[in-house]
């Protein structure tokens, strides 16, 4: 008898059912680097697969994903345990907000960590990853609200953001790589993803290897194309809608 899906095998018709949908990604992904004039090689897809169970992993796995985002650590911990065998194949994001009473748990599994806001966070997961014994990426987020309009979505303000780059840079096991935000609610995209690129910049004059610039979810992604994302975190167009908690 086999394996229901729940305990990690991927399920034919969900594995196709996720084909169709990440091809429809790609191919929006495809066009917006067209309209942009970008070379698609240079955009990142990292399918974001919090909430649901490692056999749809293993289903994006044997599709060609590289990349998988998570964003809490208890949901996260388990399932990356559960995809052990795939570990030297898969690049694990957590991309989500972290306390830092979970940073050293974090720094255990995950690849790059997309979400650092503030200089206390820098030094749990310096502290973490040093006890793992690794190297960790990280990225800076920044924060785009329009502070007459609110919608704010966590980050550092992008006039503190320089410093806390600086910060991730002199740390001994973390690894700066860029910076990342979420488009402000309620708002067009655009000109957030343009003032993240204009931080992107000046930080990457500082540090010429922080050249990553994560933004972009389902609903946004050609407009970061447009403003020079590099890494796309998409999740309900190729996943579907987020099924019942457990």
Known sequence: MS???????PDAARTAELRSRLTEVCDRIDRACMTSR???AEVHLVVVTKY???SDVRALASLGVADIGENRDQEAAEKIAELADLRGRLTVHFIGQLQTN??????GYADVVHSVDRPKLVRALDKGAARAGRRLAALVQVDLRD???GGGR???SPEQAAALADAVADSEHLVLRGVMAVAPLGADPAPGFARLREVADGI???HPQANWISAGMSGDLEAAVAHGATHLRVGSAILGSRPPLR
């Open 3 to 9: 394996a229901p899906p729940s305990a990690g095998v």
């Open 38 to 40: 970008r070379d698609p």
């Open 52 to 54: 649901f169970p490692s």
């Open 102 to 107: 979970k940073a050293s748990s974090v720094a």
């Open 147 to 149: 502070q007459e309009s």
């Open 154 to 156: 966590g980050g550092a």
């Open 204 to 206: 990457r004059a500082r």
